[in-house]
């Protein structure tokens, strides 16, 4: 898994309902990051973090929410604010603030039923 | 906000031909990556190269940087089965971000 690992793999979630999708590394690396996927698109960067208790808005935040309480773990909370959540959600991990490329997690697949 | 868009959006070619993508972006970078992704699976860093590079080479993949085009080039060689899968390249401007591109799919046909 390159050292970074995401959990689960498949999720449902319920209108109104918050989930956490689950982000850990294992090689003390500062920066963590998460993006969303959809059918035939790029990657949309969701929130950044470069230091323990920091992180910074990406793109389209809206909707969700993180933590970084510890440098191997940066949490993404789905909350019932985001109105098109199903999506394929990517947790990565960088040294150097992306400089020699990023290591990827394998992803969580987000439905709403 | 997308930087790099690639092209083509999708690639047929039979195994063992070469396959070419491109990656055009509109403001200056620091450096550019390629990445792979099979389905369903997360991206898989190839190369980076540096705003100061114009080539670079990992085992059959070819990536050149034109920064006056603001262009960049991923050959494939030789391609086999195990190359299909998306291509994305993604620029970095030397702070804490990427942005990726949308992508090209590549297909390797039997």
């Known amino acids: 898994d390159g050292g970074i690992t995401q959990s689960p793999k498949y999720l449902f979630r319920k209108e109104g309902q918050n989930v956490t999708l689950s982000c850990e590394q294992n090689?003390?690396?500062?920066?963590m990051y998460w993006y969303r996927q959809d059918p035939g698109q790029g990657l949309r960067l969701i929130y950044y973090?470069?230091?323990?208790?920091?992180?910074q808005k990406g793109d389209i935040a809206e909707g969700y929410s993180v933590s970084r309480e510890k440098k191997e773990s940066f949490p993404l909370t789905v909350t019932s604010a985001q109105k098109n959540p199903t999506a394929f959600y990517l947790c990565?991990?960088?040294?150097?603030?992306?400089?020699?490329?990023?290591?990827f997690g394998s992803g969580t697949r987000l439905t709403v039923v | 906000s997308q930087q790099g868009e690639e092209d083509p959006q999708a690639l047929s070619i039979q195994e063992g031909e070469n396959a070419t993508m491109n990656c055009s972006y509109k403001?200056?970078?620091?450096?550019l990556q390629w990445y792979r992704q099979n389905s369903g699976r997360g991206l898989v860093h190839l190369i980076l190269?540096?705003?100061?590079?114009r080539e670079k080479h990992s085992g059959r993949l070819r990536v050149t940087l034109d920064t006056s085009k603001k262009s960049s080039s991923l050959l494939i060689t030789a391609s086999r089965a195990a190359d299909t899968a998306s291509y994305f390249c993604?620029?970095?401007?030397?702070?804490?971000?990427?942005?990726f591109g949308k992508g090209t799919r590549l297909h390797i046909l039997p």
């Open positions: 990565a991990r960088s040294m150097d603030r992306g400089s020699h490329g990023y290591t």
């Open positions: 403001t200056s970078i620091n450096n």
């Open positions: 090689l003390n690396h500062d920066a």
């Open positions: 993604a620029t970095g401007r030397g702070g804490d971000k990427i942005i």
């Open positions: 973090s470069q230091i323990v208790n920091d992180f």
């Open positions: 190269i540096r705003s100061n590079e």
